[in-house]
């Protein structure tokens, strides 16, 4: 937008202009961002959605392309179980420099009851260690994020181990779309599937895709 100003006389002139991205070949980089050493914390009802570029940025560096999305039925509620904290830190990134465990990268849409993409839909994530331990004095393997302007997310963790509790590999998450109610539920994998709910994986070598797409009432 620019505004000129002469001397006797005002003009403003708006313009505005909006592109779409350009799209890349993908290029598999199997690296690991680091975590940000002091993540900003924000209240769920704060949304600061993620923008398309950064996901396009991610899903080029490490080949990722999603598929169209196919909606049948609204993601089912779970138990929240006794391990929720609110508040965490706002990022895609659950990994920690040094963590064990194999990398799992989950990825997909939010999208409403007619499967349209969800722009600024709120989901937090939180789930167990590769020893099967939660980490309830901190923010270990807990985070919120915002879906970007296509209603896409990302999710870069481990993948969760089981403990004696509970015997089935699982990651927690709510899900609130702009203006709409709230879903808790879970992911489940492969080896142990739940029906709706079970994540399809994808293996690169020394890590995994898991594709996911969140369906739910607007």
């Known amino acids: 937008m620019k505004k000129i ?18 799209d890349i070949a993908p290029t598999l980089l199997p690296t690991i ?52 904290t609110p508040n965490s830190p706002e990022r895609n990134f659950l990994y920690e420099t040094g963590m064990p465990g194999t990398r799992l990268i989950v990825v997909g849409y939010v999208l409403d009851q007619n499967c349209q993409p969800l722009a600024n839909a709120w989901l937090d994530f939180w789930q167990a260690d590769s020893t099967g331990e939660y980490d309830n004095a901190g923010f270990t393997l807990r985070g919120h994020q915002f879906t970007d302007s ?6 870069d963790t481990i993948f969760p181990a089981l403990y004696s509790s ?36 994808e293996e690169r070598g020394e890590y995994f895709v898991g594709y996911f797409n969140f369906v739910v009432q607007k």
Do not use: M, W
């Open 5 to 22: 100003f002469a001397s006797t006389l005002l003009l403003i002139t708006l313009t505005s202009c909006a592109g779409t991205p350009t």
């Open 33 to 84: 961002a680091p975590v940000s050493d002091s993540p900003t914390v924000l209240a769920p009802d704060a949304p600061t959605a993620t923008t398309a570029p950064v996901i396009d940025d991610f899903f080029t560096q490490n080949g990722i392309a999603l598929p169209a999305p196919v909606c049948s039925v609204l993601t089912q509620p779970q138990t929240e179980g006794p391990y929720y």
């Open 150 to 155: 296509h209603g896409r997310y990302y999710l």
């Open 166 to 201: 509970r015997p089935i590999e699982h990651i927690h998450v709510k899900v609130r779309p702009e203006g709409g109610a709230e879903v808790t539920s879970q992911l489940y994998f492969p080896q142990q599937p739940i029906e709706g709910l079970t994540v399809v994986l």
